[in-house]
């Protein structure tokens, strides 16, 4: 018989685990989508939670980037009211504890919460309402803290960026760029890196997932990025000779030796054609290059996932065991945008000791 590949699925679900990329508007319930599109009037594709969560992955898996992005019409489509918010940031919340997440930001853009009259200060309200009323519910065995994303096909990132300055102290602790990569580079919105810069804040750019090299370049050089969104095109600039060696050129090289975080999403990666499959996904050259490589879930419905399905993937595909779930774990940790006392402090606290007590002598 062959040995087993993999590790144990309810040791990776018990194990402490850091999600640092996860979009609210990609991580509903199904039945939560019908119940709210039942209320509000909006039309969807499939009334049935299940076929619904079918038609989501599969209206995803086409390949593009743009494609993948039609298919979040139907889940802000039903995010805009305080009350449905604030559902679905509470059972967003509830959804990763169960998972075993015990630290996670949630990114979500309030300019697309705003069709039913909301002020952009009242989406992020009623969002922080659900996280705190998920956070209560699991016993605050979770911490869940916001980015606010702008949309790269829109305007508005420098106001969302004084939104993001104005709740940095009640649960914000950063901003992003999200959708159409191609087209629209990371400079065109410098105005709010630079004032986020001055304002010494943190921030994360989608770069390097629909679009190449230079989308990396401006996110890290001409905008600053605190971190990377995907950032597996980076590869772009690796030879790997056939010997198996590695020669970095200038940018990867930069990105390595700043330690700056990647954060991959292997399923949501080979959806969209960021990666051809997932056993040729650049995480596994990444990581044995000692990049900062952080795993996580970019769209739990859409990649029909969660941070321990995708984990048990990659021990699957690559033989990753503790050992490398433990490291992937700490670099998610050490890379989070909280002070560095509390990524210290549960580092030493709660992942360290749980790995010790697995790995002990080994
Ligand atoms: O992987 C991605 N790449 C780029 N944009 C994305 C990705 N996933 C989601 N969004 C976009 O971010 C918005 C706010 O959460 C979503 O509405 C979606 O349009
Ligand atoms: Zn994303």
Same mark, same amino acid.
């Given at each position: 018989? $062959?040995?087993?590949? !993999? ?13 640092l990329h996860d979009h609210?508007?990609g ?30 992955a599969?209206?995803a898996d086409s390949g593009s980037l743009e494609r993948y992005l ?28 169960? &998972? ?6 949630? /990114? ?25 009323? !998920? ?20 305007? /508005? ?21 999200a959708?159409?990569e191609? !087209? ?22 989608h770069a390097g997932e629909g679009f190449g090299?230079?989308s990396i370049? $401006? ?9 990377l969104g995907h950032g597996v095109r980076i590869v772009d &600039?690796?030879?790997?000779?056939? &010997? ?18 990647l954060e991959m999403c292997p399923s949501s990666n080979v959806q969209t054609g960021a990666a051809p499959s997932l056993g040729e996904h650049p995480i596994k050259l990444l990581a044995?290059?000692?990049f900062?490589v952080t795993v996580n879930t970019d769209n739990r419905?859409m990649s029909r996932t969660?941070l321990?399905q995708e984990f048990?993937l990659l021990?699957?595909t690559f ?9 992937l ?30 790995? &002990? !002598?080994?």
């Amino acid at each position: 018989m $062959e040995p087993t590949r !993999g590790l144990p699925d309810d040791i990776v679900r018990a194990a402490p685990k850091v999600l640092l990329h996860d979009h609210l508007d990609g991580g509903l319930r199904p039945a939560t989508i019908v119940q709210l599109a039942a209320e509000s009037g909006h039309a969807l594709p499939e009334s049935d939670p299940e076929a619904l969560a079918t038609w989501f992955a599969q209206a995803a898996d086409s390949g593009s980037l743009e494609r993948y992005l039609e298919t979040f019409a139907h889940t802000v489509g039903v995010m805009q009211s305080a009350s449905a918010l604030t559902r679905v940031a509470r059972e967003c919340v509830e959804d990763l504890a169960a &998972d075993g997440v015990v630290y996670a930001e949630i /990114r979500y853009a309030p300019e697309l919460h705003v069709d039913g009259g909301l002020e952009l200060e009242e989406v992020v309200a009623a969002i922080q309402q659900g996280f705190e009323e !998920g956070m209560a519910a699991a016993g605050e065995r979770i911490v869940v803290r916001h980015l606010l994303t702008a949309m790269r096909q829109a305007a /508005r990132a420098r106001e969302i960026a004084d939104l993001a300055i104005e709740w940095r102290d009640r649960g914000v602790v950063g901003f992003d760029i999200a959708g159409p990569e191609a !087209g629209y580079p990371p400079t065109r919105f410098i105005d709010a890196f630079e004032f986020l810069q001055r304002e010494n804040y943190h921030f994360t750019i989608h770069a390097g997932e629909g679009f190449g090299l230079p989308s990396i370049w $401006e996110a890290v050089q001409w905008c600053g990025a605190d971190r990377l969104g995907h950032g597996v095109r980076i590869v772009d &600039d690796i030879k790997v000779g056939e &010997d198996g060696s590695a020669e970095l050129g200038r940018l990867a090289s930069y990105v390595r030796d700043k330690r700056i975080p990647l954060e991959m999403c292997p399923s949501s990666n080979v959806q969209t054609g960021a990666a051809p499959s997932l056993g040729e996904h650049p995480i596994k050259l990444l990581a044995s290059l000692r990049f900062r490589v952080t795993v996580n879930t970019d769209n739990r419905l859409m990649s029909r996932t969660s941070l321990s399905q995708e984990f048990g993937l990659l021990s699957e595909t690559f033989g990753y065991g503790l050992r490398e779930m433990e490291w992937l774990t700490v670099n998610a940790m050490k890379s989070a945008f909280i002070p560095y006392d509390e990524r210290y402090r549960m580092i030493t606290e709660t992942i360290k000791p749980w790995y010790a007590e697995r790995m &002990d !002598g080994s």
